[in-house]
């Protein structure tokens, strides 16, 4: 029986990968949906910034938007979907795998 060798890099996402791309999908993993401003407010973005990670995962299929008027402004939710709840797992797996083979104690 030989056990199988695991690419440790096997899940890891460069599209998530990036600092402000793998907190939004952290925070939105956390939350079932959250609303845009609250999003900036919590990651200190400005909302050019997040909006523009935000179109790289919806580019991806990783994030979806709801947009409904609220208080007679128009806001926006945003949320993972499946596909991206699946790739942010794989990618924390990913990192968890790379640091564990880095330590000699494992």
Known sequence: MSAEIRDPLEG????????NRLRI????EAADEAEFGLVQKQLGLTASAL???VTVLMDAGYV???KAVRNTRQ???LR???RGRDAYQGHLAALRAIVGSSDPSL
């Open 80 to 82: 993972l979907t499946r």
């Open 25 to 28: 999908c952290a925070l939105l």
């Open 12 to 19: 890891f996402d460069t599209t998530i990968h990036a600092p």
């Open 64 to 66: 979806e938007q709801r």
């Open 75 to 77: 806001r926006v939710w």
């Open 51 to 53: 909006s523009k990670h």
